[in-house]
C-alpha cells in the first residue's frame, strides 16, 4: 500500500463518520458535496469528519483508487464505503442511511 492509501485507510478508520468532499462542511465547493452535507445532518449526524480534496491533491486522486470510486464527494460509515452524493440521497429516501446511521 502506498503512503498515501496509507493515510487514507488511516483516515477512513479514524472515525465512525467520514466524508471526503470538495470544500468544507461549513462552505462547501460542490453541489454534491454540499448534498452530501445537508443529507448528513438530516440524518442527525452532528460529528462527521470532513476532508478537503481540494486541499491535497494526491488524496484526491488517491480516494478515487482507494474505493475504485471515480467521483467525490465519497462517504464512508464505521470504515465501510458507503457511496457518493447519489447513493447517500438514495439511501435517504428510503431510510437505509439513517438506520447505517443509527447503528
Known sequence: ????Q???DSIVKGGRV??????TAQFPQCGFSGRA??????????EINTVNVLEDADIRQGIKDYANW?????LYVA???VGGSDIM????QSGELQQLLSQ
Open 70 to 74: 471515480p467521483t467525490i464527494p465519497q
Open 37 to 46: 452535507i445537508q443529507v448528513l445532518k438530516a440524518c442527525g449526524v452532528t
Open 6 to 8: 496509507e493515510r487514507i
Open 1 to 4: 500500500m502506498s503512503d498515501v
Open 79 to 81: 470504515g465501510e464505503f
Open 18 to 23: 467520514v466524508l471526503f468532499m470538495k470544500g
Open 89 to 92: 440521497m438514495e439511501m435517504y
